[in-house]
C-alpha cells in the first residue's frame, strides 16, 4: 500500500518518461480548457456522471464516513501499474514486459486495464496520486502508444473477438472518460474511431448484444452522437425480454448462454453490471426508454440474481467456467452483484426501487463482516451506496434468498435458501450441458453438473479459498460417479440422453423436490437421483444405480468403481474435524466405518449426515495442493496453493445393478445433534425403490415423491393411513395443514413424462380447474386430480384443496390396558416399532380385543418371517384375513383398515387362525398398534 502523504515523484522520473512518452507531452500542450458552457451540455453532463461513477465521488460520498481503505486500493492498482511501466517509444517495445501486446489480444486488454487503473487512481480524490502530474503524463502517453501501434482503425484484429470488440472498447471508453479534459480533441476522435471501428453497431446476443450496447452508447456520449445513444438502448431490448431457446433469460428468472449452459453468475451478472451502467449514463436524458422491457428488468434483482446470491456469495453452480479463474470467486461475484443492484437503484422507479435495495441490503448486512464483502473488494462507488443503504432505516432487508426453495427449470438447478444456509443442486440433461471447457479454462469441470451440491453456512465462503484448484475433482459433493481417470475438458458440451431433470418447489417455497435421470459421460453407469429439501434437512436419495463393463485402475489407482460423494468439504478452521459413527478422523487418515450418522464440525460451520440405513463411509482428512494452471491455461498460474478437505463417500463396488444410497443433510448440527437425530428422525423413507422414491417430514406434515415410471400406480401411506396414490413420470408435493391439502406437480421432462394423475384420499372439496389441472372428480374416499404438467418449461402446477372434514386419529399401542389378550404373549422391541415394542404368540386360540367408538380402526403390525394368517371381526362380523409374513422385517405396516363404521360402540378382535403362507416359518400373530379414527367434532 502506498503512503497518502508521500512526496511527488522525482524530477528524474518525471523526466524519464516525459522522454519516453514524447507523443504524449506535445499531444497535451493542445488540449484545450472546458468552458462553463461545455459543462452544462447533456453529453458533458452523462460524461461526467460516468467519471463519478469511476471514481466513486457520486451523492452521499461525502457524508459516509472514511474511504481511506478503498481509496488505497484504487491507488495501489495504479501504483502497481505505473511502477512497472517501462518506456515503450516503437512497435516492437511493450510498456509491461509481462504483456506480449502485439501477439495477444487478452494481454492487449489487460494492458488497457492497468492504464485504466492508473487513469483512475489520477482522478480519485483523496491519496497522493490524485492529480499527479508525473502520472497524467504516463497515462496519456502510455494511451497513445496503446491507440498508435496496437489498437486503431487500421489494425487487424485476431480470433479473439470479445476482446477487439468489448473488452478492449470498454476499456477504451473509460479512458477516454477519465482523461476526457487532459486530452486533445484529436486524441480523442483517435480513440473513438479505434473503437467504432470494431464495434460500429450492438450485435450478437444476451449479454454479448448488451455489451456491445453499452460500447456504442458510452461512445455515443464522449462522440456526442445522439443516434449512436439511441441505436444502443433500443438494440438491448431483445436480451432483456423472456426466451424459451436459445441464450438469454428464461421464463423462471434463470440465463442461459453458449445455448446450454447455465451462467447466471457469469455472462448474467455481466448482464446485470452493464445494464446498470447503462440505465445509470441515459438516466433523466432524452433516450431514458419507457419501454416496458426495460422496465421490467428492475425485477430481474429479485427473479434472476436472488436466487443466485446466498449471503452474498454469488452460487458457483451458475457460474459456469469462471469458477476455474483464481480472481473470480463466490464472494467477489456477489460484490459485483451488490455493486450493480446498488447502481440499478438509483434510476429505478419507487417500488422498483424499494424491492432492488431490499434485496441488495440482505446481500449487504449478511457479507458485512466477509473478508470478501464490499468493504474489502467493492469499487469506492460501491462501498459508498452500501454504507448509505446499511445507514438507511426506511429499507427493510429481505429475506435469506428469496425465502425457500427456487425450481430454476431453465438451466437444470434448484435453490433452497433459508437465514440458516443455502443449498442447491446443479443437474443437466438433453437441454443443459454438464460443464463448458473453452479457452482452456474449467479444464476438470467435469461432474459440475452431475447432480452436484453446494451447502453454505454461515459468513459462507465454503468454495471460495482456492476450492476449485485445490479440491479433488473426481469428488464433487453430492455426484454419483465412476472412478474411471478423465482427461483435461474431457466431456464438455456433452449433451445427455436424457431428459428428466428438473424440480418443483411448493407455492409458499416451504419445501422443494429436485431429480434428474444421470447418463454419465464415456461411461455406462446410469443413476436416478433426488433431492428433497425440507424445513432444515435435506433428503439425498439415489436408486437404480446401475453400471457394467467397468475394468482396470481409476484415478486413485485402486480398481475402478462406482461411488457416492455425500460430502467434501474445505476446513474453515484448523479445528474443523470429520467424524463417523462417533469416531473422529486424524489428520492425513481415513476411516470407513458402517454408521447411521456423521459429521463435519468446526468453529466455521457444522454439518450433519443422517443414513436411515445402516451405511458403509469411508471419510477422510487431507491436505490437498494444486494450481490454477492446471484447470485454466489460459489465466491460470503456477503458483501453489493448498487447502484441507473433509471428504465423506459411499462405495456401490464394481457393476452395480441397481445399488441405492440414502442420506440426510443437517445443515448446522454438531456431532452431538447428528447422532440425536439418528435417534429420532424427522423424516420417513415410505418408498425407496427402482422407479420411485417418496419421503415424508414430520415437522412439517409434507409429502415429496419422485416417479421415474409414468406406468405403475404408487399408493402413499403416512403412519399406516392411505395418503394417495399416483401415476405419471415426474415430482409431487403433498402438503397438509389443518384446513386443507396444497398438491403441486412438475415434469423434469418438460412434456414427456405425459400426464399426472392423483388420487388423494382424504375428503375434499372439489377444486375449479386450472395451472395444468385438467379434471378433478370424487372417487370413494376422496377425490382424483388430473394434471397436465407439460408446456415446455418444467413449472410447478398447483391446487389447494379444502378439507370437508379433519378426521381425528387416537393410535393404540400394543401396551395399552385397553388391549384385552386372550392366551399368553409375549413382548419383544426395537427401536423402528411404534412405542418401541410389539406384542406376539403362537398360542392356539390366541386373539386381542379393543372395543372402541369411531368410524374407522386400522390394524398395524410387524412383518417378518414366522408370522402367520389373521382373521379380523368386528362387532362379530368376520371382516377379513391378512398375512403377517414378510422374507425380511418390515416395521409398522398396516394389514387391515376397515370400511367406515357406524355410530356408536364397536369392538375389534384379531384371532390366530394356525395358518400360514408358503414362505412362514411359523404362525405367530403380532400387534403392534391400533389406529382408531374418528370424525371431526
Given at each position: 500500500?502506498?503512503?497518502?502523504?508521500a512526496?511527488?515523484?522525482?524530477?528524474?522520473?518525471?523526466?524519464?518518461?516525459?522522454?519516453?512518452?514524447?507523443?504524449?507531452?506535445?499531444?497535451?500542450?493542445?488540449?484545450?480548457p472546458?468552458?462553463?458552457?461545455?459543462?452544462?451540455?447533456?453529453?458533458?453532463?452523462?460524461?461526467?456522471?460516468?467519471?463519478?461513477?469511476?471514481?466513486?465521488?457520486?451523492?452521499?460520498?461525502?457524508?459516509?464516513?472514511?474511504?481511506?481503505?478503498?481509496?488505497?486500493?484504487?491507488?495501489?492498482?495504479?501504483?502497481?501499474?505505473?511502477r512497472s511501466?517501462?518506456?515503450?517509444?516503437?512497435?516492437?517495445?511493450?510498456?509491461?514486459?509481462?504483456?506480449?501486446?502485439?501477439?495477444?489480444?487478452?494481454?492487449?486488454?489487460?494492458?488497457?486495464?492497468?492504464?485504466?487503473?492508473?487513469?483512475?487512481?489520477?482522478?480519485t480524490?483523496?491519496?497522493?496520486?490524485t492529480?499527479d502530474?508525473?502520472?497524467?503524463?504516463?497515462?496519456i502517453g502510455?494511451?497513445?502508444?496503446?491507440?498508435?501501434?496496437?489498437?486503431?482503425t487500421?489494425?487487424?484484429?485476431?480470433?479473439?473477438?470479445?476482446?477487439?470488440?468489448?473488452?478492449?472498447?470498454?476499456?477504451?471508453?473509460?479512458?477516454?472518460?477519465?482523461?476526457?479534459?487532459?486530452?486533445?480533441?484529436?486524441?480523442?476522435?483517435?480513440?473513438?474511431d479505434?473503437?467504432?471501428?470494431f464495434?460500429?453497431t450492438?450485435?450478437?446476443?444476451?449479454a454479448?448484444?448488451?455489451?456491445?450496447?453499452?460500447?456504442?452508447?458510452l461512445?455515443?456520449?464522449?462522440?456526442?452522437?445522439?443516434?449512436?445513444?439511441?441505436?444502443?438502448?433500443?438494440?438491448?431490448?431483445?436480451?432483456?425480454?423472456?426466451?424459451?431457446t436459445?441464450?438469454?433469460?428464461?421464463?423462471?428468472?434463470?440465463?442461459?448462454?453458449?445455448?446450454?449452459?447455465?451462467y447466471?453468475?457469469?455472462?448474467?451478472?455481466?448482464?446485470?453490471?452493464?445494464?446498470?451502467?447503462?440505465y445509470?449514463?441515459?438516466?433523466?436524458?432524452?433516450?431514458?426508454?419507457?419501454?416496458?422491457?426495460?422496465?421490467?428488468?428492475?425485477?430481474?434483482v429479485?427473479?434472476s440474481?436472488?436466487?443466485?446470491?446466498?449471503?452474498?456469495?454469488?452460487?458457483?453452480?451458475?457460474?459456469?467456467?469462471?469458477?476455474a479463474?483464481?480472481?473470480?470467486?463466490?464472494?467477489s461475484?456477489?460484490?459485483?452483484?451488490?455493486?450493480?443492484?446498488?447502481?440499478?437503484?438509483?434510476?429505478?422507479?419507487?417500488?422498483?426501487?424499494?424491492?432492488?435495495?431490499?434485496?441488495a441490503?440482505?446481500?449487504?448486512?449478511?457479507?458485512?463482516?466477509?473478508?470478501?464483502?464490499?468493504?474489502?473488494?467493492?469499487?469506492?462507488?460501491?462501498?459508498?451506496?452500501?454504507?448509505?443503504?446499511?445507514?438507511?432505516d426506511?429499507?427493510?432487508?429481505a429475506?435469506?434468498?428469496?425465502?425457500?426453495s427456487v425450481?430454476l427449470?431453465?438451466?437444470?438447478?434448484?435453490?433452497?435458501?433459508?437465514?440458516a444456509?443455502?443449498?442447491?443442486?446443479?443437474?443437466?440433461?438433453?437441454?443443459?450441458?454438464?460443464?463448458?471447457?473453452?479457452?482452456?479454462?474449467?479444464?476438470?469441470?467435469?461432474?459440475?453438473?452431475?447432480?452436484?451440491?453446494?451447502?453454505?453456512?454461515?459468513?459462507?465462503?465454503?468454495?471460495?479459498?482456492?476450492?476449485?484448484?485445490?479440491?479433488?475433482?473426481?469428488?464433487v459433493?453430492?455426484?454419483?460417479?465412476?472412478?474411471?481417470?478423465?482427461?483435461?475438458?474431457?466431456?464438455?458440451?456433452?449433451?445427455?440422453?436424457?431428459t428428466f431433470?428438473?424440480s418443483?418447489?411448493?407455492?409458499d417455497?416451504?419445501?422443494?423436490?429436485?431429480?434428474m435421470?444421470?447418463?454419465?459421460?464415456?461411461?455406462?453407469?446410469?443413476?436416478?437421483?433426488?433431492?428433497?429439501?425440507?424445513?432444515?434437512?435435506?433428503v439425498?436419495?439415489?436408486?437404480g444405480?446401475?453400471?457394467?463393463?467397468?475394468?482396470?485402475?481409476?484415478?486413485?489407482?485402486?480398481?475402478?468403481r462406482?461411488e457416492?460423494?455425500?460430502?467434501?468439504?474445505?476446513?474453515?478452521?484448523?479445528?474443523?474435524?470429520?467424524?463417523?459413527?462417533?469416531?473422529?478422523?486424524?489428520?492425513?487418515?481415513?476411516?470407513?466405518?458402517?454408521?447411521?450418522?456423521?459429521?463435519?464440525?468446526?468453529?466455521?460451520?457444522?454439518?450433519?449426515?443422517?443414513?436411515?440405513?445402516?451405511?458403509?463411509?469411508?471419510?477422510?482428512?487431507?491436505?490437498?495442493?494444486?494450481?490454477?494452471?492446471?484447470?485454466?491455461?489460459?489465466?491460470?498460474?503456477?503458483?501453489?496453493?493448498?487447502?484441507?478437505?473433509?471428504?465423506?463417500?459411499?462405495?456401490?463396488?464394481?457393476?452395480?445393478?441397481?445399488?441405492?444410497?440414502?442420506?440426510v443433510?443437517?445443515?448446522?448440527?454438531?456431532?452431538?445433534?447428528a447422532?440425536?437425530?439418528?435417534?429420532?428422525?424427522?423424516?420417513?423413507?415410505?418408498e425407496?425403490?427402482?422407479?420411485?422414491?417418496a419421503i415424508?417430514?414430520?415437522?412439517?406434515t409434507?409429502?415429496?415423491?419422485?416417479?421415474?415410471?409414468?406406468?405403475?400406480?404408487?399408493?402413499i401411506a403416512?403412519?399406516?393411513?392411505?395418503?394417495?396414490?399416483?401415476?405419471?413420470?415426474?415430482?409431487l408435493?403433498i402438503?397438509e395443514?389443518?384446513?386443507?391439502f396444497?398438491?403441486?406437480?412438475?415434469?423434469?421432462?418438460r412434456g414427456a413424462?405425459?400426464?399426472?394423475?392423483v388420487?388423494?384420499?382424504?375428503p375434499?372439496?372439489?377444486?375449479?380447474?386450472?395451472?395444468?389441472?385438467?379434471?378433478?372428480?370424487?372417487?370413494?374416499?376422496?377425490?382424483?386430480?388430473?394434471?397436465?404438467p407439460?408446456?415446455?418449461?418444467?413449472?410447478?402446477?398447483?391446487?389447494?384443496?379444502?378439507?370437508?372434514?379433519t378426521?381425528?386419529?387416537?393410535?393404540?399401542?400394543?401396551?395399552?390396558?385397553r388391549?384385552?389378550?386372550?392366551?399368553?404373549?409375549?413382548?419383544?422391541?426395537?427401536?423402528?416399532?411404534?412405542?418401541?415394542?410389539?406384542?406376539?404368540?403362537?398360542?392356539?386360540?390366541?386373539?386381542?380385543?379393543?372395543?372402541?367408538?369411531?368410524?374407522?380402526?386400522?390394524?398395524?403390525?410387524?412383518?417378518?418371517?414366522?408370522?402367520?394368517?389373521?382373521?379380523?371381526?368386528?362387532?362379530?362380523?368376520?371382516?377379513?384375513?391378512?398375512d403377517?409374513?414378510?422374507?425380511?422385517?418390515?416395521?409398522?405396516?398396516?394389514?387391515?383398515?376397515s370400511?367406515?363404521?357406524?355410530?356408536?360402540?364397536h369392538?375389534i378382535?384379531?384371532?390366530?387362525?394356525?395358518?400360514n403362507?408358503?414362505?412362514?416359518?411359523?404362525?405367530?400373530?403380532?400387534?403392534?398398534?391400533?389406529?382408531?379414527?374418528?370424525?371431526?367434532?
Amino acid at each position: 500500500m502506498i503512503d497518502s502523504a508521500a512526496p511527488p515523484r522525482s524530477a528524474t522520473r518525471f523526466a524519464a518518461f516525459a522522454a519516453a512518452f514524447a507523443i504524449a507531452s506535445a499531444a497535451l500542450s493542445g488540449a484545450p480548457p472546458a468552458s462553463a458552457d461545455d459543462a452544462q451540455d447533456v453529453f458533458d453532463t452523462m460524461r461526467q456522471r460516468h467519471v463519478a461513477d469511476l471514481t466513486g465521488v457520486i451523492d452521499g460520498s461525502e457524508r459516509v464516513g472514511d474511504l481511506g481503505d478503498v481509496t488505497a486500493r484504487v491507488a495501489d492498482a495504479g501504483d502497481t501499474a505505473w511502477r512497472s511501466l517501462q518506456p515503450a517509444t516503437t512497435s516492437s517495445t511493450e510498456p509491461w514486459s509481462d504483456l506480449q501486446t502485439r501477439t495477444s489480444s487478452r494481454a492487449l486488454y489487460y494492458a488497457y486495464e492497468r492504464t485504466v487503473a492508473m487513469a483512475t487512481a489520477l482522478r480519485t480524490p483523496g491519496s497522493a496520486l490524485t492529480g499527479d502530474p508525473d502520472l497524467l503524463v504516463a497515462t496519456i502517453g502510455v494511451a497513445e502508444w496503446l491507440n498508435t501501434y496496437r489498437y486503431n482503425t487500421t489494425v487487424a484484429k485476431d480470433s479473439d473477438w470479445w476482446f477487439w470488440e468489448i473488452g478492449i472498447p470498454m476499456e477504451v471508453n473509460d479512458l477516454t472518460s477519465l482523461l476526457y479534459d487532459d486530452l486533445s480533441a484529436a486524441q480523442r476522435t483517435r480513440y473513438l474511431d479505434a473503437v467504432a471501428r470494431f464495434t460500429p453497431t450492438p450485435k450478437r446476443t444476451s449479454a454479448n448484444l448488451v455489451w456491445g450496447a453499452y460500447v456504442v452508447a458510452l461512445r455515443g456520449v464522449l462522440a456526442e452522437q445522439p443516434a449512436k445513444i439511441a441505436e444502443a438502448v433500443a438494440a438491448v431490448r431483445p436480451a432483456l425480454l423472456d426466451a424459451t431457446t436459445g441464450d438469454g433469460f428464461r421464463p423462471d428468472g434463470s440465463l442461459v448462454s453458449h445455448e446450454r449452459f447455465a451462467y447466471t453468475g457469469g455472462y448474467g451478472l455481466s448482464l446485470l453490471e452493464i445494464m446498470s451502467k447503462l440505465y445509470h449514463l441515459v438516466d433523466g436524458t432524452q433516450w431514458e426508454s419507457t419501454d416496458a422491457a426495460f422496465l421490467g428488468f428492475y425485477d430481474r434483482v429479485e427473479r434472476s440474481y436472488g436466487p443466485a446470491v446466498w449471503c452474498g456469495d454469488l452460487l458457483a453452480d451458475v457460474r459456469g467456467r469462471e469458477i476455474a479463474r483464481a480472481g473470480s470467486t463466490d464472494g467477489s461475484g456477489g460484490v459485483r452483484a451488490l455493486g450493480a443492484a446498488l447502481r440499478l437503484a438509483d434510476t429505478a422507479p419507487a417500488d422498483a426501487r424499494r424491492a432492488v435495495l431490499s434485496r441488495a441490503k440482505q446481500w449487504a448486512e449478511c457479507s458485512a463482516d466477509s473478508p470478501a464483502g464490499v468493504e474489502a473488494a467493492g469499487t469506492r462507488s460501491d462501498v459508498v451506496r452500501a454504507r448509505l443503504l446499511l445507514a438507511d432505516d426506511t429499507v427493510a432487508a429481505a429475506t435469506a434468498g428469496t425465502g425457500g426453495s427456487v425450481a430454476l427449470n431453465g438451466v437444470d438447478r434448484f435453490v433452497s435458501a433459508t437465514e440458516a444456509f443455502g443449498f442447491s443442486v446443479s443437474m443437466s440433461s438433453s437441454r443443459i450441458g454438464g460443464f463448458e471447457s473453452i479457452n482452456g479454462e474449467n479444464l476438470n469441470g467435469w461432474y459440475t453438473g452431475s447432480g452436484m451440491t453446494s451447502l453454505r453456512l454461515g459468513g459462507g465462503g465454503q468454495f471460495d479459498g482456492g476450492y476449485w484448484a485445490t479440491a479433488n475433482p473426481y469428488r464433487v459433493p453430492g455426484t454419483t460417479e465412476d472412478t474411471m481417470r478423465r482427461a483435461s475438458a474431457e466431456g464438455s458440451r456433452y449433451a445427455s440422453a436424457e431428459t428428466f431433470a428438473g424440480s418443483l418447489a411448493t407455492p409458499d417455497r416451504a419445501a422443494g423436490i429436485a431429480a434428474m435421470q444421470y447418463d454419465a459421460y464415456r461411461s455406462n453407469l446410469s443413476a436416478d437421483k433426488t433431492w428433497f429439501a425440507f424445513d432444515d434437512e435435506i433428503v439425498c436419495v439415489g436408486v437404480g444405480i446401475r453400471s457394467s463393463a467397468m475394468s482396470g485402475y481409476g484415478w486413485d489407482g485402486l480398481p475402478t468403481r462406482v461411488e457416492t460423494v455425500i460430502d467434501n468439504r474445505r476446513a474453515l478452521d484448523a479445528a474443523t474435524t470429520v467424524v463417523v459413527g462417533g469416531t473422529a478422523v486424524a489428520a492425513g487418515a481415513s476411516v470407513t466405518k458402517t454408521t447411521a450418522w456423521a459429521a463435519i464440525s468446526g468453529p466455521g460451520e457444522s454439518v450433519g449426515y443422517y443414513f436411515p440405513s445402516a451405511t458403509s463411509v469411508t471419510a477422510q482428512d487431507e491436505t490437498r495442493s494444486g494450481t490454477w494452471a492446471a484447470i485454466n491455461r489460459e489465466t491460470g498460474t503456477a503458483q501453489t496453493v493448498s487447502a484441507r478437505y473433509l471428504t465423506l463417500v459411499t462405495s456401490h463396488g464394481r457393476n452395480p445393478a441397481g445399488a441405492a444410497y440414502q442420506y440426510v443433510i443437517l445443515p448446522g448440527a454438531t456431532p452431538a445433534a447428528a447422532e440425536a437425530y439418528s435417534r429420532d428422525p424427522g423424516i420417513s423413507t415410505l418408498e425407496r425403490a427402482a422407479g420411485h422414491v417418496a419421503i415424508y417430514d414430520r415437522s412439517s406434515t409434507t409429502l415429496g415423491a419422485v416417479s421415474f415410471d409414468g406406468a405403475t400406480d404408487h399408493p402413499i401411506a403416512v403412519d399406516g393411513m392411505p395418503l394417495a396414490t399416483w401415476r405419471g413420470a415426474g415430482i409431487l408435493a403433498i402438503q397438509e395443514t389443518a384446513a386443507s391439502f396444497v398438491v403441486s406437480v412438475a415434469d423434469p421432462s418438460r412434456g414427456a413424462g405425459g400426464r399426472i394423475i392423483v388420487r388423494l384420499q382424504r375428503p375434499v372439496e372439489l377444486p375449479p380447474l386450472g395451472d395444468g389441472l385438467v379434471r378433478a372428480q370424487p372417487t370413494a374416499d376422496g377425490t382424483e386430480l388430473e394434471f397436465d404438467p407439460s408446456g415446455g418449461d418444467g413449472a410447478t402446477r398447483s391446487v389447494t384443496l379444502t378439507k370437508i372434514s379433519t378426521p381425528v386419529f387416537e393410535r393404540i399401542d400394543d401396551k395399552d390396558p385397553r388391549v384385552v389378550y386372550a392366551a399368553e404373549w409375549k413382548t419383544t422391541s426395537s427401536p423402528e416399532d411404534h412405542g418401541g415394542s410389539i406384542r406376539y404368540t403362537s398360542a392356539g386360540g390366541a386373539s386381542l380385543s379393543l372395543t372402541f367408538t369411531g368410524s374407522r380402526i386400522s390394524v398395524e403390525t410387524r412383518l417378518t418371517t414366522t408370522a402367520g394368517i389373521n382373521e379380523v371381526v368386528i362387532d362379530g362380523v368376520v371382516m377379513g384375513r391378512f398375512d403377517g409374513y414378510a422374507a425380511t422385517p418390515t416395521y409398522r405396516q398396516t394389514v387391515y383398515r376397515s370400511p367406515l363404521l357406524g355410530p356408536g360402540e364397536h369392538t375389534i378382535t384379531v384371532r390366530r387362525t394356525g395358518l400360514n403362507s408358503a414362505g412362514s416359518s411359523g404362525r405367530n400373530i403380532i400387534l403392534d398398534s391400533l389406529l382408531i379414527e374418528r370424525p371431526p367434532p
